[in-house]
């Protein structure tokens, strides 16, 4: 069965800080997906970025970079420079190939104070 | 443009009424969901259609009825429903069929729903 596991329920920090979320997974597949889904308050969830089980490439897109290592199964973001603009709440979620299920991990509200 | 919309924003509801929500996409999606999302606690899924055809099922009530129109609308039809039904609902589509979940769902804004 497949499992994502977000640890921090809640992370505050200062304008301009850097901050990572941490995800970790389980699943018995040898090919998957990773996704990173951003909630503000509005409640639209925003996509962010998806990785396959194949692509251990870290990737870089502004202020936000993903980590993803399959030794540790993890699949971390880290906010450089964070702004208030970034308060929200951040869903890690696995897709199985064999499965038909989008599991999500319980979320991280991220508060960036000004 | 990967744009979802849902209709209404809120809606309030007795529990004797009969309302319904609406979701819409065009980006030539074959595959919508519904999910339930409460507070402070990740969406789940409810209702998944895949070519217009209902694919899962999770064991909703059937107080909760969606429909699929076409490959671009999907509507959730709600009657007689409980206080704790009262939620954020949100619609979501994918690329291709259910079961190829790999594909990256994109949401829409939601409609949140208070039953009286």
């Known amino acids: 069965a497949q499992k994502v596991t977000q640890a921090q329920t809640e992370i505050s920090v200062v304008e301009k800080e850097d901050v990572t979320l941490d995800c970790v997974y389980e699943t018995r597949d040898t090919t998957y997906y990773l996704f990173w889904y951003k909630q503000p308050p509005s409640g639209e969830l925003v996509f962010l970025i998806r990785r396959n089980s194949f692509d251990e490439q870290n990737e870089i897109s502004g202020r936000y970079s993903w980590n993803f290592q399959k030794s540790t199964s993890s699949f971390n973001f880290t906010i450089t420079a964070s702004q208030v603009v970034d308060s929200a709440v951040y869903f890690c979620?696995?897709?199985?190939?064999?499965?038909?299920?989008?599991?999500f991990g319980e979320g991280t509200q991220l508060t960036v104070n000004p | 443009d990967t744009e979802v919309t849902q209709t209404p924003k809120h809606l309030v509801m007795g529990m004797t009424n009969k309302k319904s929500l609406k979701c819409e996409q065009h980006m030539g999606h074959r595959a919508m969901y519904w999910y339930k999302q409460k507070a402070k606690k990740p969406p789940e899924l409810m209702f998944v259609?895949?070519?217009?055809?209902?694919?899962i099922n999770e064991s909703v009530p059937s107080r909760f009825s969606p429909e699929c129109p076409n490959s671009s609308l999907l509507n959730l039809h709600l009657h007689a429903l409980q206080p704790e039904d009262s939620a954020l609902y949100l619609c979501a589509s994918s690329h291709s069929q259910a079961g190829a979940s790999t594909d990256t769902q994109y949401f829409g804004p939601g409609t949140r729903l208070t039953v009286l």
């Open positions: 259609y895949s070519y217009e055809k209902l694919s």
């Open positions: 979620a696995l897709s199985e190939t064999s499965g038909s299920r989008l599991t």
